[in-house]
């Protein structure tokens, strides 16, 4: 359902008992709130939590910003490299005060959050500017965007970049294939069939690049968020892919060492996705860090 969120329409999926554990679910740059594989929502509900997934702006079926346009990256990049302000539609903590509202929208005074990739930034903003309405906070595969972390090889920053030849969903579907196929996990492939069902199911719902881009835009523009972290009092758990080839593993020891008493969880042979096998682990960890509230 949508509900009406600092402003704007936002999509939820809202699942698990409505008196159990809030906890909220943000997914990363250009995902849908279907990225979080239902068979780790359903281990979630068993455990006892009410899960509410989003689609953030931009994205799924939430609000749009195409009157903002299509960013040109050629200039924001340089504008980025030359350490210069990068003007943006919108910043990460606007879409954080999206999150907010779909907590007030529900009713939810206080929430377990739970960030991946720029879902994990989303969320570093909410913890640290609304430390009353979250309860714990679990950042997958996310970074602090401090410039001194080592950076994605050449090569997967081209794939990020890269468009697909044209809008023909089938063209679509094999371009993300190959692009999330080339971040995943490398000790944990995904079964080919899965994986493209899946991207089929995403491209149907929704396919919206132009408000990617956006979200890239936004995520750049935010640079370091080092002098935010201090700020987070929740307990916090990190869980990054020791292979992650996009935000490579550093990035979580990064956020450990600068969020105040944050558990960091290192897994071998993950990459940057949600490997079907490691599953039940990443549950478990949601769990365990709800536990310490």
């Known amino acids: 359902m949508r509900v009406s969120a600092n402003g704007i329409g936002i999509e939820i999926d809202d699942q698990g008992l409505p008196d159990g554990e809030p906890l909220l679910m943000i997914m990363g740059l250009g995902m849908q709130l279907i990225g979080w594989p239902d068979e780790l929502v359903q281990l979630l509900v ?3 939590f009410r899960v509410v997934r989003m689609d ?3 994205a799924g079926l939430s609000q749009g910003f195409d009157h903002l346009g299509v960013p040109k990256m050629a200039p924001v990049m340089l504008r980025h490299v030359l350490h210069l302000p990068v003007p943006a539609p919108y910043a990460l903590a606007d879409m954080a005060g999206d999150a907010l509202g779909v907590l007030d929208a529900l009713g939810i005074a206080r929430a377990h959050v739970c960030g991946a990739s720029l879902g994990g930034m989303v969320a570093q903003h909410l913890a640290a500017r609304y430390p009353a309405r979250v309860k714990t906070l679990t950042l997958m595969m996310t970074t602090s965007g401090s410039r001194h972390l080592p ?3 050449l090569k997967v920053r081209r794939a990020l970049l890269r468009r697909p030849a044209s809008s023909d969903p089938a063209v679509v579907v094999a371009h993300l294939q190959r692009l999330l196929t080339l971040i995943g996990s490398p000790a944990y492939p995904p079964d080919p069939e899965r ?3 899946r991207l089929q199911a995403s491209v149907r719902r929704a396919w919206r690049p132009a408000g990617t881009a956006r979200q890239l835009v936004a995520v750049i523009a935010d640079n370091d968020r080092s002098p935010l972290l201090p700020r987070i009092e929740a307990p916090t758990r990190v869980i990054h ?3 992650d080839p996009l935000v490579p593993v550093a990035a979580g020891h ?3 060492a600068k969020i105040r008493a944050a558990v960091v969880d290192i897994v071998p042979g993950m990459g940057h996705d949600l490997p079907l096998q490691l599953l039940p682990r990443l549950a478990e960890a949601i769990a365990d860090n709800a536990r310490r509230a």
């Open 46 to 48: 068993s455990s006892g």
């Open 56 to 58: 953030n702006r931009d």
């Open 151 to 153: 950076q994605p090889a």
């Open 195 to 197: 994986l493209r069902a």
């Open 241 to 243: 892919g020791q292979a």
């Open 254 to 256: 990064d956020l450990g």
